[in-house]
C-alpha cells in the first residue's frame, strides 16, 4: 500500500505539492524531514500523511508561536 503526502495552506485548502509516493511511513516521513522547510517556504501549512486513502495523522509545518 503506498504511502504519500497531501498538502494544505493556511486556510486549510488543497495546495500543489510534489507527487511522492513511497513504499512505507517510515521512508515518507523520513522524505518530509529533509523538504518540510522548503514545503514550507513554497506556501504549505500542514501535511497529511495518507496510506492509499486513509488518512493517518495531519501535521502543521508552521512554526510554534510562544
Aim: charged content about 25%.
Amino acid at each position: 500500500m503506498p504511502w504519500s503526502w497531501r498538502y494544505e495552506g493556511a486556510d486549510g485548502d488543497p495546495v500543489n505539492g510534489p507527487a511522492e509516493a513511497f513504499s512505507s511511513q517510515a521512508d515518507a516521513e523520513s522524505w518530509i524531514g529533509q523538504t518540510w522547510r522548503e514545503l514550507a517556504a513554497a506556501g504549505v501549512a500542514s501535511v497529511l500523511l495518507v496510506e492509499d486513502d486513509r488518512v493517518e495523522y495531519r501535521m502543521s509545518l508552521l512554526p510554534v508561536v510562544e
